[in-house]
């Protein structure tokens, strides 16, 4: 069985896959993320395992799992299933790496749009020949919430809301509308440009937030919260 673990900005999540089916998913914190992640090993009988970070893991932790396990450090130089034609492929992001390599497996031969809504939105997009370019990095939710907070007098920290009006009666209001209608056109916004250019556009919506924003959006997307889990079974498999 393979091992899957995703270092992001905020959480670590642990996969495991047999034959490509995903058999255990959990969420980790870092303190306790190792010794669990030992115990996955042991009762999974993972005998493969590939590592992709944004986060912060240090040596110590990844030589703790090399003594268990075979282990792929996600990095510019392991063999991915597209070509590569970002013009600084040293500075791109592993996980945009392991969701182009997603897309290219799900959805061999179409020209895909992958949007990644956690701490930032990127966009990713891959045409219908393998080929990747490169696409676009914006402030997630969360981020536009805190730096109206954080770089203002006044303005306080709030939290996504369910309902969301266009036109803000109060402080608060205003900013939900600012922060949740902005993201909501901007992903639209970017969707139908794409779609100007590629007819047979496939759109991926993942991340953290996409139960948040799926339904508020008004083009047509596919929704995969484990897209960027199976992009890395993809890399490893790709790589055994």
Same mark, same amino acid.
């Given at each position: ?6 270092? %992001? ?27 669990? $992640? ?32 075979? =282990? ?13 034609? @970002? ?9 945009? /790496? ?59 920290? =709030? ?20 922060? /949740?209608?902005?993201?909501? $056109?901007?992903?639209? %916004?970017? /969707?139908?440009? @794409? ?41 490893? $498999?790709?790589?055994?």
């Amino acid at each position: 069985m393979n091992l899957i673990i995703d270092v %992001g900005n905020t959480r670590i999540k642990n996969a495991v896959f047999d034959d490509g089916k995903m058999v255990h998913n959990e969420s980790l914190s870092n303190e306790i993320f190792v010794s669990e $992640t030992i115990k996955i090993i042991k009762k999974y009988h993972c005998t493969n395992a590939i590592i992709s970070s944004v986060g912060s893991i240090n040596k110590s932790q990844i030589g703790k799992l090399r003594a268990e396990i075979n =282990l792929i450090e996600l990095d510019f130089n392991t063999k991915v299933p597209f070509v590569n034609n @970002y013009a600084s492929p040293k500075t791109l992001g592993v996980d945009r /790496i392991a969701l182009v390599s997603s897309a290219i497996a799900k959805y061999p031969n179409k020209n895909v749009l992958i949007i990644d809504a956690g701490t930032c939105i990127t966009f990713d997009f891959i045409n219908n020949d393998g080929n990747y370019y490169g696409g676009a990095i914006s402030p997630g939710l969360q981020m536009r919430y805190k730096a109206l907070h954080a770089f203002t007098e006044k303005l306080p920290l =709030l939290e996504p809301v369910g309902k969301c009006e266009l036109t803000g009666s109060s402080t608060e209001t205003s900013i939900h509308s600012g922060v /949740i209608n902005g993201v909501i $056109t901007e992903i639209d %916004g970017v /969707i139908n440009q @794409y779609r100007k250019k590629n007819n047979d556009l496939t759109v991926v919506l993942t991340g953290g937030d996409v139960n948040f924003l799926a339904n508020r959006l008004k083009n047509g997307i596919f929704a995969n919260p484990n897209f960027l889990l199976e992009g890395l079974n993809t890399i490893l $498999t790709y790589n055994l």
